[in-house]
């Protein structure tokens, strides 16, 4: 009996159960939810917007970081959306939206999808003071002893 199709069966389950599509990821939700209804993606594009269900990029659960892509389309042109992301205690935020039309300049998106939806990230403020930090001093009586000899002995 070969081993080979028991791998690749084994390999075909983790890939079915350990993974989502791409296209069910919450920043290309987000993405697609603001492309579809953003006046300056119609106005470049033309109407009906569309967006591709075939997603290329990366999105790592484990560190928290995705880079995504999609084709988009309408009545007047073509082009991709890119939206980044960053995964903060559990939720997925978006750091950069773009619209790529073909054959024009990137339109950025990030601030059109901050003002819809609001945002978590604190907003710099120039005039506000900061606030002081209490904490203890670091102490001035610690001794470190090194045993003698070189390093590893």
């Not at 993606?41 to 591709?52: M, Q, R, Y």
């Amino acid at each position: 009996m070969s081993r080979r199709p028991l791998v690749h069966g084994i390999a075909c389950l983790l890939l079915v159960v350990g993974c989502r599509p791409l296209s069910q990821h919450p920043l290309v939700k987000e993405a697609t939810d603001e492309v579809r209804g953003n006046a300056r993606v119609t106005e470049l594009l033309g109407s009906p917007v569309a967006c591709s269900t075939s997603v290329r990029g990366t999105a790592n659960e484990t560190d928290g970081i995705a880079m995504l892509q999609f084709d988009v389309s309408g009545s007047k042109g073509k082009g991709v959306v890119a939206v980044e992301g960053k995964k903060t205690a559990g939720e997925w935020g978006v750091t950069m939206l773009e619209l790529r039309p073909a054959g024009g300049d990137k339109v950025s998106l990030t601030a059109d999808l901050e003002a819809r939806t609001g945002t978590d990230t604190p907003k710099f403020d120039p005039s506000a003071t900061s606030s002081p930090t209490s904490s203890p001093p670091p102490p001035g009586d610690i001794e470190i002893v090194l045993p003698p000899g070189p390093p590893g002995q």
